[in-house]
DNA sequence: ATAAGTATTATTGTCGACAATATTCACAAA
DNA sequence: TTTGTGAATATTGTCGACAATAATACTTAT
């Protein structure tokens, strides 16, 4: 299940997306210049298309652009990770406490129903959770804060950048099960309208999850 | 004194600062329409040049942009506010926490310095602080994080919707000396490096501030 | 051999024209 | 009058070419 349905209408939008798959999943390494022409051949398009699609990239944090001289794939770093994770812990505690308080009853069933799916993959196989099952929870609770732009800076400025630092470090990790256990916390808290609670408890998941990717980052520095 | 200076560098860039003055200062209107041929010749460049700047303007939030339709201002309206400020307490919350923890002794001393000058202008012009004075003060807060996401969505993301909302409906306020001695106290605390007060009264600070632009909002009405 | 300055090449920025899509207007039918 | 259909118009999306800037290679002098 994909969370949101991104509907790509022109083909600058198209290549935006293409390209943004390939900077996150590493096939355009991490740190490389992006060639304007080279880009234009390999996706068959305009480069006034590629340009457009630079520009966007440059909001989702992915690249870095610099007058007359170019793109630039952003570099991971460790200190670079603690920013991004620092950042996430603040938008989604309040994105938890928003949605305590703005998640309709029928939204919190839903993510009730997501949860009690999950718990039974959770036992089995530990893999289905961390990849689409995480990302999914995340996604309810910060749609359920019905903030356009707590929902619009983490899922374009955010979400993908994460994603990249996942896919590129390999993130996958025995912390499921514990993780599962947070995620039912928080949304016990919402279920109870408890505002103070289900920020308090989704800024702790978040900086727990962070320690985890941390310490692997130690073990396969970069 | 500009916190930030910006140095535009190509006829695009120059053009996206202008448009969005003219946005955010409403002369060009709230919830109208942006028509690329016109804004070419108005600002004198040519069209690709003013759909680059429109496209920097998206991720300002300053305007929405529907494939093949086109580009809006925004509208302001109550809600909008909330939700902005609901994000910028979330932000600049961790803003001073992270600068209780990240800002050098340096940063903080200039801070000090800043506010016994402006503590002079407080007593007898109530107008200068509000203005210059308020925003350079959390600009300092901001960048004593040390945290570059932060800074990027604060500055780019949300101040200058902020301001829009300012000045399209005339904030000034009584609340000048109050919230001067709000800033005090959050330096002390950054001072102290006790990060979760430093934390908490920023947040208050700013839920403050959006109770007083709030009661402002119900006297004239969008 | 090295350094500085200059010429050459490569790459990004800007432009005007054309294509594709959306909007508006006119007309006809109910 | 209102509604639907189609043509005409306006607006955005895409393209290739040229201009301006940066990066590279070459030459020359010390």
Redesign the interface.
Same mark, same amino acid.
């Given at each position: 299940m994909t969370p949101l349905t991104e509907t790509p209408?022109?083909t600058a939008?198209k290549t935006f997306i293409s390209l943004r798959k390939d900077i996150v999943e590493g096939s355009i390494a991490a740190g490389s210049k992006l060639n304007e022409a080279e880009l234009s051949t390999k996706y068959a398009v305009s480069r006034?298309v590629i340009?457009?699609a630079i520009?966007?990239l440059?909001?989702t944090?992915l690249l870095e652009r610099k007058?007359?001289v170019g793109a630039k794939v952003v570099t991971l770093s460790q200190s670079?990770l603690i920013? @991004?994770y620092?950042?996430r812990?603040? @938008?989604e505690?309040?994105a938890a406490r @928003?949605a305590a308080a703005n998640m309709t009853n029928n939204e919190i069933d839903q993510v009730n129903t997501l949860l009690q799916q999950h718990s039974g993959s959770v036992k089995e196989s530990q893999r289905y959770y961390q990849e689409a099952g995480d990302v999914d929870f995340h996604y309810r609770i910060v749609l359920g804060s019905h903030?356009?732009? @707590?929902i619009?800076?983490l899922m374009n400025?955010?979400y993908h950048l994460v994603r990249m630092y996942r896919v590129q470090l390999g993130m996958a990790g025995p912390r499921v099960t514990t993780a599962f256990a947070e995620h039912q916390h928080i949304v016990q808290a919402i279920s109870n309208r408890d505002q103070e609670l289900a920020e308090i408890l989704m800024r702790r998941h978040i900086a727990y999850s962070r320690n985890n990717i941390e310490q692997k980052l130690q073990d396969t520095p970069l």
């Open positions: 209408i022109t939008d006034a340009r457009e520009n966007k440059e909001n944090n007058a007359n670079g920013q @991004l620092q950042v812990e603040s @938008l505690g309040m @928003l903030n356009q732009h @707590l619009s800076m400025n955010i």
